[in-house]
């Protein structure tokens, strides 16, 4: 699918290796079962435009730690609009990281793979009792549609280091679920959340639509410790 007009805003010089994701996406990536066929046509602004969203709201440089990444969103297209993020894609199923270490190598990003699951005590490796090099402290952990935001705050509070961020990719239920686990998330050591919206324009059969997502974004432990 030709992408909208939006996107070359979006990735620059890096158009071409965000029109080669999508094609990876919308052939392998539907192929295999990691998105569903009717996914292909709204593949720019449902995933690509949108993976994208919450590049602001990220520093320079940082570390970010995107749990389930499945096909690689919101991590890939973000990894292309902001080259200067260090990423780890963590999915603990192996087709999914097979896929993932294919389109990284295919498109030479820099992308670090981890098969693990993520747990309240940290980072599982799989199969179980798999070794490999410990992850720095997150300055980021991202999800998109993963687990409930509770759930989601257990895993990042293992993962994070002071003054770091969850951003949890959530629809249009976010409010409600936020409400809900609120005081979870108080409970593990995070500060006041903020719920955004953004809304990614894009072209679907000839003609201009919008799809709005939102983002609960809660920063962990003491701010005043931020290094």
């Known amino acids: 699918m030709t992408p909208p007009t939006s996107a070359a805003t979006v990735f620059g010089d890096r158009l071409p290796l965000a029109e080669r994701l999508a094609n990876w996406l919308t052939g392998p990536g539907i192929t295999r079962g990691l998105l569903g066929p009717r996914e292909a046509e709204l593949i720019w602004e449902r995933h690509l435009l949108n993976g994208v969203d919450i590049a602001p709201l990220i520093p320079s440089g940082s570390v970010v730690v995107d749990l389930g990444s499945g096909a690689g969103l919101p991590g890939l297209p973000l990894l292309l609009a902001r080259p200067d993020l260090h990423l780890v894609l963590v999915e603990p199923k192996q087709r999914r990281v097979d896929f993932l270490e294919e389109v990284c190598a295919d498109l030479a990003l820099p992308a670090r793979v981890v098969r693990a699951r993520a747990t309240a005590a940290g980072l599982i490796l799989l199969p179980e009792g798999a070794e490999g090099s410990e992850l720095p402290a997150a300055d980021v952990v991202t999800a998109r549609a993963v687990a409930p935001l509770a ?17 949890a990719v959530k629809g249009a239920s976010a409010g409600d679920e936020l409400d809900r686990d609120r005081g979870v998330l108080e409970g593990l050591g995070f500060q006041p959340p903020e719920v955004l919206h953004f809304v990614a324009a894009g072209e679907r059969a000839g003609t201009a639509s919008q799809l709005t997502t939102t983002v609960i974004a809660v920063t962990w432990g003491d701010v005043s410790r931020e290094t």
């Open 151 to 167: 759930e989601l705050g257990k895993w990042a509070a293992a993962l994070l280091r002071p003054g770091g961020r969850l951003l």
